[in-house]
Each structure stands twice: as C-alpha cells, then as structure tokens.
C-alpha cells in the first residue's frame, strides 16, 4: 500500500499564495508518478500537474500553467504545488495521487489522499 497526506490547506485572498503538501509512505516504490488533482463543489475532480519521482519532469493544466509549480522532495519523499496569484475559481479541495504511469485522468492514479481544502476569498 501507499499512503498519502496533504497538508497546507487553508484560506488565501485572492491574488495570493499558498502551498500544499504531500507526503508519501508505504511501499513508495509503486508510485512512479505524483499528482495532484482538485474538485470543487458540484464539479469532476480534475486534474492540475504532475511530476515523475526519477527525472522530475513535470506537466500542468492549462488553467494553472503559469502560477502553480508542481516539485518533489526525494529524499523526504513529499511532494509540493506552490499556488501563486490565485484565483476565486481555484477554490477546491485538493488531492495528491500517486500511479505507476503518467496520465490526466482519475483512473490513471492507483492511490489518493484525503484531500486538503483551498478557499480563495474575493
């Protein structure tokens, strides 16, 4: 198994920065590819950025590329998202995810945190 926590939610104004947390324990060889993914009320969980443990390579959505930065702490085995000039519409719960291939998709990651709640005030 591979567990996940998040850490780091909290509420922000808009224009403002914030940074979640992942931690990863367990059989952390399994998890090739991290992710973090969001949901907000009434909407799909979708996805935000990726990055691979090994070379550090990273993808984005094209609604945060530019003001989130995805990045990997190996040897503490966590991974961040530093959000900066955010937005009303990021508010969501986030969530980390952990897969064994790279993909944008739910179904394409093996394990899930609980999530961690970002509010972006007005």
């Known amino acids: 198994q591979v567990q996940l926590v998040e850490s780091g939610g909290g509420l922000v104004q808009a224009g403002g920065s914030l940074r979640v947390s992942c931690e990863v324990s367990g059989r952390t060889w399994s998890s090739n590819v991290m992710a973090w993914f969001r949901q907000a009320p009434g909407k799909e969980r979708e996805f935000v950025a990726a990055i691979t443990w090994r070379g550090g390579s990273t993808f984005y959505a094209d609604s945060v590329k530019g003001r989130f930065t995805i990045s990997r702490d190996n040897a503490k085995n966590t991974v961040y998202l530093q959000m900066n000039s955010l937005k009303p519409e990021d508010t969501a719960v986030y969530y980390c995810?952990?897969?064994?291939?790279?993909?944008?998709?739910?179904?394409?990651?093996?394990?899930w945190g609980q999530g961690t709640q970002v509010t972006v005030s007005s």
């Open positions: 995810a952990a897969g064994l291939r790279l993909g944008y998709a739910r179904y394409d990651y093996d394990y």
